[in-house]
């Protein structure tokens, strides 16, 4: 029978599909992240990278994998609230139905605040949102990204280091994950890769995912510079971006996105993470 996989592909995920090479018996379709949650949900297919809210929201029937994660300590540069003037000051928001852990996330912040400004569906790019009466304009992926870079751009390598502009054009880019970070010290994870506790996927295709996110990792700054081309990003910037996510769902990963679900949907079903490495690495007898 034929497993199908669903990828979120933004280039925040290049560094484990890029060099993935699906093993026979596996089909994989792409989207974006609430495409993928749906399918998975719907059963269209049987894993994907999905918001990890969703995987909170339906811990009773989803189960993830134990060691991968799209996740940040600090900011993330591509999850971005586009506003002028202070975030207090903020009455209308656009928000992006491509994404569900950032709206989910967005809401935990303003309600630490004290903050109820109005949340509206509209696509497009900031900018232009902003420019038609939307005070603050949510954007996810591979356009937040280079609409960032576009409002706190250009610079290189020096300056992303040691300080990174917030400001631009008058726009102010506030990173969630980064206020995530100031509220909790905690790092922040986006996106897990969950399947239905029932149909785990075959060890081929964890081996195989593994495996491509070595290379992956591995071969960094050549990830980063095909992906730059297609962005039209400077290299270094991108592979800074790229650098900076933590894919392995590690303890301190595991307590942010405990805190999240306690915060984001309380009384929530226990999280479950299934299909240990070694247990792979044991079958695989290396
Ligand atoms: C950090 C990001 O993570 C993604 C954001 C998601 C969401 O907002 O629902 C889902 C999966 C993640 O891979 C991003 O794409 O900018």
Do not use: R
């Given at each position: 029978m034929t497993y199908r996989a669903g990828w979120?592909?933004?280039?925040?995920?290049a560094p484990i599909l890029d060099a993935l090479t699906l093993p026979p018996g596996v089909t994989a379709i792409t989207g974006v992240p609430t495409q993928m949650n749906a399918a998975l949900l719907t059963g269209e297919v049987d894993i994907a990278n999905i918001s990890a809210v969703e995987f909170i929201r339906h811990a009773d029937t989803l189960e993830a994998l134990p060691d991968f994660s799209v996740a940040v300590l600090g900011p993330v540069y591509s999850v971005n609230l586009f506003h002028r003037g202070p975030v207090e000051g903020l009455g209308r928001i656009a928000l992006t139905a491509q994404s569900a852990m950032s709206v989910a996330l967005l809401e935990v912040l303003l309600r630490e605040r004290g903050l109820s400004p109005t949340l509206e569906r509209a696509e497009g790019e900031a900018e232009t949102l902003l420019a038609q009466g939307f005070d603050g304009v949510l954007r996810i992926g591979d356009s937040a990204l280079k609409e960032w870079y576009g409002v706190v751009g250009p610079f290189t390598e020096q300056t992303i280091v040691p300080e990174i502009p917030q400001t631009g054009r008058g726009i102010t880019v506030t990173d969630l994950a980064e206020e995530w970070f100031y509220l909790t010290g905690r790092p922040f994870v986006f996106a897990v890769w969950a399947y239905r506790k029932d149909n785990p996927p075959p060890p081929a295709l964890l081996s195989e995912m593994r495996r491509a996110r070595r290379h992956g990792l591995g071969s960094l700054g050549e990830v980063a510079r095909q992906h730059a081309h297609k962005l039209g990003l400077p290299a270094d910037v991108v592979q800074h971006y790229l650098w900076n996510f933590r894919y392995h769902l590690e303890e301190a990963d595991r307590l942010g996105l405990s805190e999240f679900a306690a915060r984001a949907v309380p009384g929530h079903a226990p999280l479950q993470f299934g299909l240990h490495p070694s247990e792979d690495v044991l079958r695989a007898g290396s």
């Open positions: 979120i592909h933004y280039t925040n995920v």
